[in-house]
C-alpha cells in the first residue's frame, strides 16, 4: 500500500514509499482510509520542530473511513461500517489515568501517527475500543477532522470553568482555534478571535462561524479591544491556540481577576515567557489541555450528529496522498483553513461520502 513515511528526525525526511499492508489481529481493525487531516503537530514533525514520534513512521492521527478488516476478537464493528477513531492505539491499562479512561496522558501510551504507524496511508490499524461508528448525517469528510474538535470540547467542556454568557478569546485562529469557536457557540458562550494579517481569511471564517468580534492584533490593540468589550473586567478565559510564545508576553492582560488561561497551543520550542508575578497577584488559573479522552469524542459526535457544529466549514482543501507535498505546503504556508489528503477514492457503495 501506499503511506508517507517520515523517515528520521530533521527537515523534510518525508517520503511516500510502498509498504505492507497492516493486518489486523485480536481487539485490532483495518480501516480503509478515505480523508486524512493534515495537523499542526504533523507540520512541527515535517519541519523538524517535534521530537515526540519515533522514526521510521507513518505520520497523521486525523481520519475517517470504512473498516476492512477485523481481528478475531472484535464484536463492535464489521466490515463496511463507515467510522473515525481516537488516536490511542495501545497504553497501559494499570496507571490512574488509565482507570480513569484519560488516556491521553497514560505516560506509556502509544498514539497512532507519534509512537506507532498513522493515517497518512491507504489502511491503517485501529483498536476497537478506540472506534466510532458515524450517524448516517455525519459525512465521512466532516469525520475525518473529529480530533481536532474532540481537543476544543476537551479543553472547554472538560478542562474550563466556561458558561454561557461567558466571554472568552481565542488566541489563533488556526484550525484548532476554530474548531474550539465552534464548539464554544453551541454553548451560547461569547468569543473573540484574534489572529495577525495574514491570517485574515482564517478570521474571515470565524466571523463566518458566528464568533461576536475578530481582532487583528498587528492593527488593533487587542487588550484595549478585550477591556472595552468587558466594561474593564477582562475575559473570563482565554484559550491559547497559536502555540507562538511571543504572544505570551502580555496574555493576563487579557484576562479578569481569577480567570482562566487554558494552554492548546504545542510550542515548537521550550520557552516560559508567562509572567509568573501576575500568576500570584491576580490568582490566575493555567490550566494545561492535552488532546483529548474518549468522553471527547462522544461530546463530538453528538454535536455533530446535532448539527451544532459544521466541520466540512473549515476543510478548504483536499488532496490525494500523492500530492502530499503540494498538501504540505499550503498547510505551512496558512492560505488555506484545514488541508486534508484523500487516500482512496471511495464510491458510493464504499460510502465515499
Not at 497501559?92 to 496522558?105: P, Q, S, T, V
Not at 494552554?263 to 509568573?276: C, P, R, S, T, W
Request: charged share 25%; aromatic share 4%; proline share 4%.
Amino acid at each position: 500500500m501506499k503511506a508517507l513515511v517520515i523517515t528520521k528526525q530533521g527537515y523534510g525526511n518525508m517520503e511516500l514509499k510502498e509498504v505492507q499492508k497492516p493486518e489486523p489481529i485480536d481487539n485490532l481493525i483495518r480501516v480503509k482510509v478515505a480523508y486524512a487531516g493534515i495537523c499542526g503537530t504533523d507540520i512541527h514533525c515535517y519541519k523538524g520542530e517535534y521530537d515526540r514520534f519515533n522514526p521510521p513512521l507513518i505520520l497523521g492521527h486525523e481520519f475517517s473511513g470504512i473498516v476492512d478488516a477485523v481481528g478475531e476478537n472484535v464484536t463492535k464493528v464489521k466490515p463496511g461500517d463507515r467510522v473515525t477513531s481516537e488516536t490511542t492505539l495501545w497504553t497501559c491499562g494499570e496507571c490512574e489515568n488509565c482507570k480513569n479512561r484519560e488516556y491521553n496522558l497514560c505516560r506509556n501510551r502509544k498514539g497512532i501517527g507519534s509512537q506507532v504507524d498513522g493515517c497518512f496511508a491507504e489502511y491503517i490499524i485501529v483498536r476497537e475500543e478506540s472506534v466510532h461508528k458515524l450517524a448516517d448525517n455525519i459525512s465521512l469528510l466532516a469525520a475525518s477532522i473529529t480530533e481536532p474538535i474532540a481537543c476544543g470540547v476537551h479543553a472547554s467542556m472538560e478542562k474550563s470553568n466556561v458558561q454561557a454568557g461567558d466571554m472568552v478569546v481565542i488566541l489563533g485562529p488556526g484550525p484548532i482555534g476554530l474548531c474550539l469557536a465552534q464548539v464554544l457557540k453551541s454553548m451560547d458562550v461569547k468569543v473573540i478571535v484574534a489572529g495577525i494579517t495574514k491570517d485574515e481569511k482564517r478570521l474571515e471564517l470565524a466571523k463566518n462561524l458566528g464568533v461576536d468580534l475578530t481582532v487583528d492584533t498587528m492593527k488593533e490593540n487587542l487588550p484595549k479591544i478585550v477591556s472595552e468589550y468587558t466594561n474593564g473586567k477582562g475575559a473570563d478565559i482565554v484559550f491559547e491556540c497559536s502555540g507562538v510564545a511571543l504572544v505570551l508576553g502580555n496574555i493576563f492582560d487579557l484576562l479578569k481577576q481569577k480567570g482562566q488561561l487554558i494552554q492548546m497551543g504545542v510550542f515548537a520550542k521550550n520557552e516560559n515567557l508567562l509572567d509568573l508575578n501576575a500568576i500570584v497577584q491576580r490568582e490566575i488559573c493555567v490550566i494545561g489541555s492535552r488532546s483529548q479522552k474518549p468522553s471527547s469524542w462522544i461530546t463530538t459526535l453528538h454535536l455533530m450528529k446535532e448539527g451544532k457544529i459544521t466541520p466540512e466549514k473549515l476543510i478548504t482543501r483536499i488532496e490525494p496522498l500523492d500530492n502530499w507535498e503540494e498538501a504540505f505546503q499550503a498547510a505551512m504556508q496558512g492560505t488555506e483553513i484545514k488541508v486534508v489528503l484523500q487516500p482512496n477514492m471511495l464510491d458510493v457503495k464504499e460510502g465515499g461520502i
